[in-house]
C-alpha cells in the first residue's frame, strides 16, 4: 500500500472532501511543519494528518524537531497500513489518533480508529481568511500536479529508455 493509496482512503472516506477542506503536503505558505495532509472540518478545526507507510518512515518521525506540535492543530492523525498498527501506537505521540487502512478481500479499503486523538484545546477555528490562504495552497497543489500530468503526457521517455537499453549520445 502507498502513501497515495492511504491519501485517497482518508480523502474518500474518514476527511471526505465534500465536507472538509484537504490539502496534500503543506510545507509552506501556511507557516506550519511540514503536513502529509491538512484537514479543515467544517467548523473551522484543523486536523493533521501523518502518513506512513513502513517501520523505518515511522521511526524516521519521532526525530522530527518539531513532534507535530502547533498550537492551531486541533487533533494529530497518524494513517499507516493496518500491518503497522501496532508499531504506530508505541511510536506515534500519545496524544495521536491511530487510523489503520486494511485492504478487504472484496478490494475495498477500510479504515479503522485504533486511538482517538486527543483534541488540542488551545486550537481555535480557523478564521474564513485563513481557510481561503489553506484552499488557495490546495488550488496551487491541484494545478502544479495537473502540469506535471500534462508536461509528463507531451515529453514521453523514448521508446529505448523505457525498455532499458542503453541511450547512445550523438554530436551535433
Not at 479543515?40 to 517501520?55: C, D, L, W
Not at 506515534?92 to 488540542?120: F, M, S, W
Request: charged residues 30%; contains cysteine; glycine residues 6%.
Amino acid at each position: 500500500m502507498t502513501a497515495t493509496d492511504i491519501e485517497r482512503s482518508l480523502v474518500q472516506t474518514r476527511f471526505d472532501f465534500r465536507r472538509w477542506l484537504v490539502v496534500p503536503n503543506v510545507a509552506w505558505g501556511f507557516h506550519i511543519h511540514e503536513c502529509d495532509l491538512l484537514a479543515i472540518s467544517g467548523s473551522g478545526y484543523i486536523h493533521e494528518i501523518e502518513i506512513k507507510v513502513s517501520a523505518a518512515d515511522l521511526k524516521r518521525d519521532g526525530k522530527k524537531y518539531h513532534g507535530h506540535r502547533d498550537h492551531r492543530v486541533a487533533c494529530l492523525w497518524f494513517a499507516v497500513p493496518a500491518e503497522l498498527g501496532a508499531l504506530t501506537l508505541e511510536l506515534a505521540p500519545a496524544r495521536a489518533g491511530v487510523l489503520c487502512i486494511r485492504d478487504t478481500e472484496y478490494g475495498h479499503r477500510v479504515i479503522d480508529e485504533t486511538r482517538k486523538a486527543q483534541r488540542n484545546r488551545i486550537a481555535k477555528p480557523m478564521t474564513v481568511e485563513q481557510r481561503l490562504a489553506v484552499a488557495r495552497l490546495g488550488t496551487m497543489r491541484y494545478w502544479s500536479y495537473d502540469a506535471a500530468l500534462k508536461a509528463a503526457r507531451e515529453w514521453p521517455e523514448p521508446p529505448a529508455a523505457r525498455a532499458g537499453e542503453k541511450q547512445e549520445v550523438k554530436d551535433a
